[in-house]
Nanobody, 121 residues
Framework: QAQFAESGGGLVQPGESLRLSCAASRYDLNFNVFTMGWYREAPGKERELVAHIASGGDTNYVDSVKGRFTISRDNAKKTVDLQMNSLKPEDTANYYC?????????????WGQGTQVTVSS
């Protein structure tokens, strides 16, 4: 499985914005073909899918972030971004990117370190 490097997290106040970035290895030959996803894991909770984007650009979001988050990708640069607006305390989590599959929780065993997002006043 390819490695991904996440960045862009930080501490923000409710209502503010952050933009997360994910870079795939330049040796990743699958990036341009596979659907990519952003996931998050909050303390004491299971990792959950936040959004995914197909190679052609079709997107899907979990209900809790619809209208606030936007996922995008650049296949030439092998990057996937997550623009997060109107952040809420419940968005606090470590955010990861990886391939997306319907049964991702079973199939994906290798994760990067993620990037921490903390939303607090």
């Amino acid at each position: 499985q390819a490695q991904f490097a996440e960045s862009g997290g930080g501490l923000v106040q409710p209502g503010e914005s952050l933009r997360l970035s994910c870079a795939a290895s330049r040796y990743d030959l699958n990036f341009n073909v596979f659907t990519m996803g952003w996931y998050r894991e909050a303390p004491g909770k299971e990792r959950e899918l936040v959004a995914h984007i197909a190679s052609g650009g079709d997107t899907n979001y979990v209900d809790s972030v619809k209208g606030r988050f936007t996922i995008s990708r650049d296949n030439a640069k092998k990057t996937v971004d997550l623009q997060m607006n109107s952040l809420k305390p419940e968005d606090t989590a470590n955010y990861y990117c990886n391939y997306y599959f319907d049964n991702w929780a079973t199939l994906i065993s290798r994760w990067g370190q993620g990037t921490q997002v903390t939303v607090s006043s």
